[in-house]
């Protein structure tokens, strides 16, 4: 039978576990307010961008090498002339492979910069840290004004500098 009183424990504020970067802004050329968000858990990373508010398409990349494609060796990063000052850094790996996990099929154009984004994003991150191997997770809510390449070359380089 429980008793009239009880045991206090005491109660320590801890920061939430998990590394959180937000950063808001207008991306050109039609000034689409845009919220990016990165958090770092122990065991996956969870990036998402927004815009209007919403959150419309999920897909997953893995980081990690032990793919069934990781034999497959990593995209080669220097030009024809072998110029390590002509690098194409942007061009993503072919091991990492995004995978739609929920949304993402009504606007065609949007799906697939949203499994491009994904893609080039994981190589960005992979391409920073080789011995990355955590599950990135993105969620995307892109207008579909931000279907051209422009928009896309602002999109990467948003999430570049929240990198």
Known sequence: MATSETQAYPITPTPYPAKTTTTTLLLPPHSIP???TLTSFSDKLLLTVSQHGRLVHWLHIPLSLDSPTSTIPPADNFDSSGDPDQSHT????PHLTATTILGGTGVPDLAILGQTLGTQI????VSRNER????????LGLD????????????VGAVMGLL
Request: net charge negative; charged share 25%; hydrophobic share 45%.
């Open 34 to 36: 845009t919220t990016i």
């Open 90 to 93: 942007l061009l993503p790996h």
């Open 122 to 125: 994981a190589s960005l991150i």
């Open 132 to 139: 990355e191997s955590r599950l990135l997770v993105m969620g």
């Open 144 to 155: 579909p004004k931000m279907a051209g390449r422009d928009e896309y070359a602002e999109l």
